[in-house]
């Protein structure tokens, strides 16, 4: 620690011109973490705020609620625990504002979804023509008492409440009765709605054509979903691996430079692990400094960064990334660990 | 007191073909108060010599005792201890740490060892004798060669060893320094009670040594005039 300390303090730009790049790379992870946990709680954040254990979506949809349809005679007996809904995409319109893409979620009025929704403002849906919508919608000018028409309905609809947290595929929620999804649709007479969820894990659809799922395999299978998330999770292990690299590079030149110096040291009989240690915590105070640095500029983006980037700051899902790049620290030490452990006393000897 | 010693010690570079025999059956010892010169050519062995009296390589055959202690019998640990306690190296290239303050060199040695060190008293007297002591809040970059030469001989100092070891330790100054460093080698021996030993192919230290031994390819003989 001592001549850790010593080095970053005397060796002012070279320990800078690290520290800037653990900085950059810290920041930049810290960044992208925040855009995939932001992104991936917009996917997902309604079907998190319904608390639901289990779907049931008709057979052949392949686990996508897009694609299922259930008609009365599969929806069979339904307990206090499960619910309908019907959901579709639509284009939500109105007079001088710009078209925004939604999707309308069809509830029942007496079931546990609709009457847990928590309202920011206004109150649940009534009658056929309200709707309670996500709070995005206020940003794009909508209030209380606005009306809008759906796709190319005749029909307005009364926006009577807002709700936070409805984003289902990143799109935010028209929320409205199951029967007005029917009618938008076009099905009086056909399937009655797009799946049954329930709060019981130990749910199971007893009828024939449609299967039970867990809300993990809805969410992984939701459009694009996991493959963002794999582009995320690949982007930050390659950053994790660069920093890495950076780290390795970057110290093996500092010790190899320090070589002569250090076989006097051993010749003296100043121990190996003196020498390690000193590499090591080199290492990690240079990588601290960065994170240190690095989180200062995320707290400050987090607060300056406008509400519409999908962003969310975790702060102890950010502690864990930061502990993987003092880990990258320690592992990057390992190489001029190495070259300290074999250095050659007898080298500076003699002439 | 024999500070140091070595027992029949041979050394051999290499295998097979391209074998080196450095050293033949030398046998050597150093009291305490004295300086040791060893004399001999470029390739004599010497810089072997050196290296094996100050536990750096282990002989191919023969034995070493440093400060009482079988050297070769101590695990690599307890090697680098007795080094630390008992052997002060003077080197032709000092290899200060070039990030470490005068005061923080002797920092250094004092967070390891953490004992028998000099008192600050004993070490202020040792800066005084080397003419170092204004120079203790300076990096080395700000020093001079020589300035940095007598720090680097003030940090073997500092644990207090009784065997110094100094390698060539004139070879590029002028005859003015000569008698500089071989006067401070000297005072080492008599003022402060260490086994002094120097090789050098220099002649020009004979003057203050009390023990003459000459290097031939390997075979060490003690010269038995003393002062020329
Ligand atoms: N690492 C080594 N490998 C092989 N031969 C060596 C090695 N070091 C020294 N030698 C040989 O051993 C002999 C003695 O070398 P050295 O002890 O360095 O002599 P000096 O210091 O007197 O010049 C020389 O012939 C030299 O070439
Ligand atoms: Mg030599």
């Not at chain 2, 024999?2 to 050293?23: C, E, K």
């Not at chain 2, 953490?114 to 970059?141: C, F, H, Q, R």
């Amino acid at each position: 620690m001592f001549l850790a300390l010593k080095e970053i303090k005397k060796e002012k730009l070279r320990s800078g011109a690290i520290i800037t790049m653990i900085v950059l790379i810290c920041y930049l992870i810290f960044i992208l973490t925040s855009l995939s946990l932001g992104l991936a709680r917009q996917n997902t954040a309604a079907i998190k705020s319904w608390h639901v254990q289990r779907f049931a979506l008709n057979s052949n949809a392949n686990t996508d609620m897009r694609q299922s349809f259930l008609n009365d005679d599969q929806l069979g007996q339904l307990t206090k625990n499960e619910a309908v809904l019907g959901q579709g995409s639509v284009v939500a319109k109105a007079a001088g504002k710009e078209k925004l893409s939604a999707v309308f979620v069809g509830l029942k009025s007496n079931q546990f979804i609709a009457k847990n929704l928590q309202l920011t403002s206004g109150h649940p849906v009534r009658h056929a023509h309200e709707i309670v919508v996500d709070d995005s919608f206020q940003d794009k000018g909508y209030h209380l008492g606005s009306h809008l028409r759906l796709n190319d309905q005749k029909q307005r609809y009364t926006i009577v409440g807002f709700t936070k947290n409805a984003k289902l595929n990143i799109a935010p929620i028209v929320y409205g009765q199951l029967s007005t999804w029917k009618t938008m649709r076009g099905f009086e007479h056909g399937p009655s709605a797009s799946a049954i969820v329930s709060k019981k894990a130990s749910y199971r659809a007893q009828t024939a054509g449609i299967t039970t799922y867990s809300t993990k395999q809805i969410i992984n299978k939701l459009p694009g979903y996991q493959a963002q998330n794999t582009t995320f999770i690949l982007m930050i292990a390659f950053l994790m691996v660069i920093s890495l690299i950076i780290i390795a590079v970057f110290l093996y030149i500092l010790t190899m430079q320090k070589m002569p110096n250090y076989a006097v040291l051993r010749a003296q009989g100043i121990p190996s692990k003196v020498l390690v240690g000193a590499t090591i915590s080199q290492s990690v105070l240079l990588v601290i400094f960065g994170l240190a640095i690095g989180s200062l500029l995320t707290a400050g983006t987090a607060f300056a960064m406008p509400a519409a980037v999908p962003m969310a700051f975790d702060v102890p899902m950010l502690a864990a990334v930061g502990l993987g790049l003092v880990l990258m620290a320690l592992l990057g030490s390992l190489v001029p660990v190495r070259s300290v452990l074999r250095v050659d006393p007898i080298s500076v000897i003699g002439g | 007191m024999n500070a140091i010693s070595l027992q029949n010690v041979s050394h051999t570079y290499g295998s097979d073909t391209a074998q080196v025999h450095a050293l033949h059956q030398l046998n050597f010892s150093a009291q305490s108060g004295t300086l040791n010169l060893v004399l001999g050519p470029s390739g004599s062995g010497k810089t072997t010599f050196l290296t094996i009296a100050g536990g750096l390589l282990t002989p191919t055959t023969g034995g070493v005792t440093i400060a009482g202690q079988n050297y070769t019998t101590l695990s690599k640990k307890q090697q680098d201890a007795l080094r630390l306690s008992s052997i002060g190296f003077v080197l032709q290239a000092y290899h200060l740490l070039p990030y470490l303050k005068v005061k923080e060199q002797f920092k250094l040695v004092s967070q390891v060892k953490k004992t028998g060190n000099l008192s600050a008293a004993k070490l202020a007297e040792v800066l005084d004798m080397l003419e170092i002591t204004d120079l203790l809040n300076k990096y080395p970059s700000e020093l001079s060669g020589g300035q940095q030469q007598r720090v680097a001989i003030a940090r073997a100092l500092y644990p207090n060893p009784a065997i110094i070891l100094a390698d060539e330790p004139t070879a590029a100054l002028d005859s003015q320094k000569v008698k500089v460093v071989g006067q401070l080698l000297a005072d080492l021996a008599h003022q402060h009670d260490k086994a002094v030993i120097v090789v050098t192919h220099d002649p020009r230290l004979i003057e203050f040594a009390d023990q003459i031994y000459d290097i031939t390819d390997g075979v060490l003989t003690h010269k038995d005039t003393v002062q020329a």
